[in-house]
């Protein structure tokens, strides 16, 4: 089995900043692609960053400049640097990654941390 577990979510005034980390464990060969979604009360999951095995890295544009994905394959973990968080940055944000297991690839999440900015 594979597991993703999310950690670093928390309170923060608007303006300030938090990391969140996500780590994989379980029967691992490799990890491709991994990324962090988010889920706002009322709204769908929508994508924030991905970043492939190489480090190729993509973002929201309403994240772009603000947040950095960052990945350490050695540890299997992904990071999330978000700087000046805005109200609006407020939801729980998912870990998402494509982990090869025996010889195939599958679609893991981890079960969420929730983000909470106040104005």
């Known amino acids: 089995q594979v597991q993703l577990v999310e950690s670093g979510g928390g309170l923060v005034q608007a303006g300030g900043s938090l990391r969140l980390s996500c780590a994989a464990s379980g029967s691992i060969v490799s990890i491709n692609a991994m990324g962090w979604y988010r889920q706002a009360p009322g709204k769908q999951r929508e994508l924030v960053s991905t970043?492939?095995?190489?480090?190729?890295?993509n973002y929201a544009d309403s994240v772009k400049g603000r947040f950095t994905i960052s990945r350490d394959n050695a540890k299997n973990t992904v990071y999330l640097q978000m700087n000046s968080l805005k109200p609006e940055d407020t939801a729980v944000y998912y870990c998402?990654?494509?982990?090869?297991?025996?010889?195939?690839?599958?679609?893991?999440w981890g079960q969420g941390t929730q983000v909470t900015v106040s104005s």
């Open positions: 998402h990654a494509y982990i090869v297991v025996g010889v195939r690839e599958y679609s893991y």
């Open positions: 970043i492939t095995r190489g480090g190729n890295t």
